[in-house]
C-alpha cells in the first residue's frame, strides 16, 4: 500500500503473521527517530488466542483485537532507563510531565513505524485509541511495572477488505506556511463543507437525531463528560504510577 493510498484495515483474514516479517515490523519501530537515542518505549506483543481474548474487553470489544494477528501495545517506558540509572548511581530524571510527552512522542514514532512496515509486507492495520482510556486495566493485564505506560495500539493482519480512503479536510486548512494564521468563521465553514456533505456523515446526523456534525462528534462520539471522567482516571494512575516513582 502506497502511504498517500492508505486507509485502515478493521477486518482480517485467519493467516498469520509469520516470525520473519514480525521482526521486521518490530526492527522497522525501533530504528525510528527518537528522543537522545533513549529508546523510552517497550513493544508488548500480542499473539496469542488467550491473550487477545483478555484485551478484547478492554479496547470495548473493537473486533479487531480478537480477529487480527497481532496486537502491539507500545508504552512510554522509563522503568528500564531508571534501572540503568539506579545500577550506575545515576540520578533519575525523567518521571515528570515533559518526559511523559517526549517518550509518549518517542512511541508514536515507533508506533507509526512499524504501522508503515506493516502495511508495506501488504498487512492492514488499525491505531486502537481505547489504550487511553483503559490505562489502568490494560496495564495489569500486560504486567507493566510502575513507569510504564501504554500509549498506543496497533491491531494487525492480513486485510479482508479494502474500504474506501477515508476523507480529509482540504491540505490548504491544516498547512500554514511560515506562520500560524488563524481561521475565520467562513474559512471554517468552506473546509469542513466537503465532509459535512459526505452523505455517510449526513447519515450519522440523522441517525444521532443532532442538528449537525460537529455535534455528533463533541456529543455523541467524544463527549465532554466521558472524557473528563476517563481523563480523571488516566491522570490519577499516572500519578501513581509514573510521576511518583
Ligand atoms: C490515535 C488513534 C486512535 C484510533 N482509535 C481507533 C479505534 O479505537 N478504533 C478504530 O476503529 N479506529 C481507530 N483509529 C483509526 C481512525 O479511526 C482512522 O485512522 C481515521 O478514521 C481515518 O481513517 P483512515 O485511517 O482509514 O484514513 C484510531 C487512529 C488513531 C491515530
Not at 513493544?43 to 473486533?63: D, M, Y
Not at 514514532?109 to 492492514?124: D, I, N
Not at 487511553?132 to 501504554?150: F, K, Q, R, W
Not at 496497533?154 to 490548504?172: A, C, D, M, N
Amino acid at each position: 500500500m502506497k502511504a498517500i493510498e492508505r486507509r485502515t484495515i478493521r477486518k482480517y483474514t485467519s493467516e498469520k503473521i509469520d516470525e520473519k516479517t514480525l521482526n521486521y515490523i518490530l526492527n522497522c519501530g525501533q530504528r525510528a527517530s527518537n528522543c537522545g537515542n533513549m529508546q523510552l518505549y517497550s513493544i508488548i506483543v500480542t499473539q496469542s488466542e488467550e491473550g487477545k481474548k483478555r484485551l478484547a474487553p478492554l479496547h470495548f470489544n473493537q473486533p479487531m483485537v480478537e480477529d487480527c494477528a497481532v496486537v502491539l501495545t507500545v508504552c512510554v517506558d522509563v522503568n528500564r532507563f531508571n534501572k540503568w540509572c539506579e545500577i550506575n548511581s545515576a540520578q533519575k530524571s525523567l518521571n515528570n510531565f515533559l518526559f511523559l510527552n517526549v517518550a509518549t512522542i518517542d512511541a508514536a514514532v515507533c508506533t507509526q513505524a512499524m504501522a508503515q512496515a506493516a502495511e508495506e509486507k501488504g498487512l492492514g492495520i488499525c491505531y486502537l485509541g481505547t489504550v487511553n482510556y483503559m490505562v489502568e486495566p490494560i496495564s495489569e493485564a500486560l504486567n507493566l511495572p510502575d513507569g510504564v505506560i501504554p500509549v498506543t495500539c496497533l491491531t494487525i493482519g492480513y486485510p479482508k477488505e479494502t474500504p474506501p480512503v477515508t476523507e480529509r479536510l482540504p491540505l490548504s486548512s491544516v498547512v500554514h506556511y511560515e506562520e500560524y494564521k488563524d481561521y475565520t468563521d467562513a474559512n471554517i465553514k468552506a473546509m469542513y463543507r466537503d465532509i459535512e456533505q459526505n452523505p455517510s456523515n449526513q447519515d450519522f446526523v440523522k441517525e444521532n437525531s443532532k442538528e449537525n456534525l460537529a455535534q455528533v462528534f463533541s456529543e455523541v462520539r467524544y463527549p465532554k463528560q466521558m472524557n473528563e471522567e476517563f481523563s480523571e482516571k488516566y491522570e490519577a494512575y499516572l500519578k501513581e504510577h509514573f510521576f511518583s516513582k
